[in-house]
């Protein structure tokens, strides 16, 4: 890698540690910077699994205490079945994966799109086994192919109301949990390698740098702009991926 790569990289590791932090759209970010560096096939994706796991550890040790594990544990069981899907579909789209992540990017503008309008519809739909069931398998997919999942679970968690750190402590035990799963996943699609283990090893202070960097913003941010926030950073990542 050149000297500009590793700039780069480094400021998608910088990503990956704000996102933690609730801002989860920079996450997609920080995906399409690594995506660009290592655009064979699903690489990318293989290369920052490990860092997020990194990153979620962290957020973890922060934000454990605020989880909503009610909310977590209704979601795992549909997620399991959209990481299996997800496979299937990575192994079918192994020659398309630019459309893979168009897809992806068009889901979550349109859940983005369905948000805005929740106020005009029934408040006790996201409440629903089938409202739980769609994001769990969405989430699933979207992690599992593009390590994309963030926006959806974001806007699970603006729909049923989560306060700010809820939010955050929910998102952060979901995804460590998420994350360690698709590991072996990865590791028997030949995406994690040694050599890719010592590329994360290299950006791992990186990564806790952005965690505290994120903290220390969100605990400035108020409740109603912090949704407003992560609403308009999840639209844009959606848009992101699609383009």
């Not at 050149?2 to 995906?31: D, M, N, P, Q, R």
């Not at 603006?158 to 306060?163: H, S």
Request: proline share 4%; glycine share 10%.
């Amino acid at each position: 890698m050149s000297h500009w790569e590793w700039g780069l990289a480094a400021v998608g590791a910088l990503l990956f540690g704000i996102s933690k932090s609730g801002l989860a759209g920079l996450g997609v970010f920080a995906i399409a910077i690594f995506a660009l560096l290592f655009p064979q096939g699903f690489a990318s994706s293989g290369i920052v699994l490990p860092m997020l796991v990194c990153a979620d550890i962290v957020a973890v040790t922060i934000y454990r205490r605020h989880a909503v594990w009610a909310h977590v544990g209704k979601l795992m069981p549909w997620v399991l079945v959209g990481i299996l899907a997800g496979c299937g579909l990575m192994w079918w789209l192994r020659e398309y994966t630019g459309l893979a992540r168009r897809l992806i990017g068009a889901t979550v503008l349109v859940m983005v799109g369905l948000h805005l309008l929740r106020r005009r519809a029934d408040p006790n739909v996201p409440h629903t086994w089938w409202f739980v069931a769609l994001m769990g398998l969405l989430a699933g997919v979207t992690t599992m192919m593009a390590n994309a999942a963030g926006p959806v679970l974001v806007l699970y968690m603006l729909a049923v109301g989560l306060p700010k750190m809820e939010f955050i402590g929910t998102g952060a035990w979901f995804f460590l949990i998420v994350n360690l799963l698709k590991v072996p996943f990865s590791w028997g699609l030949d995406l994690i390698t040694p050599e890719t283990l010592r590329l994360n090893v290299v950006l791992v202070p990186v990564i806790l740098v952005g965690v505290i960097v994120g903290r220390v913003v969100i605990e400035r941010v108020n409740q109603r702009v912090f949704e407003t926030v992560v609403l308009w950073l999840s639209a844009v990542a959606g848009a992101r991926l699609l383009w």
